[in-house]
């Protein structure tokens, strides 16, 4: 079975650009989280969605959007990037059973100039 | 709101001794508790979990975890380490409902010298 499969996994950006992550889940997985990781501010929550909905959310700011497709596959958007934006964005997916346990992708590490 | 602390950031060890990585918590509802290792480069990688039922969880590659409702802890401990153990391990916290928001703790890198 496919893992969790993220693109790109490396890009550079300059401040006020936008960006757009795309994720693919393990087949028959319905649920996909994004989590942004930095030196500072370790492991943070930034939503999940199930079923094309968004079913959490974490403390970002709106330029961090997501989105997910009637495939499972899924999308984060960053529009006016900052430096502070630069992080490995990691998505992960996980079966209905709702129990937290999460399958992670190897991440975007996304570089903003 | 949930909250995980890991009390060392680092742990440097030697090949074949026992390692315990140390974590505590702190949320006002029942959670789910997770042990993640994170090789260089690579992404999250789940060792052990504990949902409910016995407090002695046993992972992957050797690790076991002790959940302490008490003292709000869940510490992560492997008898004899390889050097293939070298990683960061991070340990996490969840609501029962919304179990995929995880709240990570700061991560602990272990570091294993021959």
């Known amino acids: 079975k496919a893992g969790v499969t993220q693109t790109p996994r490396y890009l550079i950006k300059t401040r006020g650009q936008q960006v757009t992550l795309s994720c693919s889940p393990i087949?028959?997985?319905?649920?996909v989280s994004w989590y942004q990781q930095t030196p500072g501010q370790g492991l943070q929550f930034l939503f999940e969605?199930?079923?094309?909905?968004?079913?959490n959310k974490g403390n970002f700011p709106g330029r961090f959007s997501g989105r997910q497709f009637s495939n499972s596959r899924s999308e984060m958007n960053v529009s006016t990037l900052e430096l502070g934006d630069s992080a490995l964005y990691l998505c992960?997916?996980?079966?209905?059973?709702?129990?937290?346990?999460?399958?992670f992708g190897e991440g975007s590490r996304l570089t903003v100039l | 709101a949930q909250s995980v602390t890991q009390l060392d950031s680092q742990v440097p060890v030697f090949e074949e001794a026992p390692v315990e990585l140390r974590c505590n918590y702190s949320?006002?509802?029942?959670?789910?508790l997770f042990w993640y290792v994170q090789y260089p480069n690579q992404g999250l990688q789940l060792l052990l979990k504990?949902?409910?039922?016995?407090?002695l969880v046993k992972g992957i590659n050797g690790f076991e975890a002790e959940f302490n409702k008490s003292q709000t802890s869940f510490h992560l401990r492997k008898p004899s380490v390889h050097i293939s153990d070298t990683a960061e391990y991070f340990c996490?916290?969840?609501?029962?409902?919304?179990?995929?928001?995880?709240?990570f703790g700061q991560g602990t890198r272990l570091t294993i010298n021959p």
């Open positions: 992960a997916s996980s079966p209905d059973s709702n129990t937290g346990e999460l399958f």
């Open positions: 087949s028959g997985h319905r649920s």
């Open positions: 969605y199930f079923s094309e909905t968004q079913r």
């Open positions: 949320s006002s509802v029942s959670v789910y």
């Open positions: 504990y949902l409910s039922g016995s407090t």
């Open positions: 996490a916290v969840s609501r029962i409902q919304g179990a995929q928001k995880l709240v």
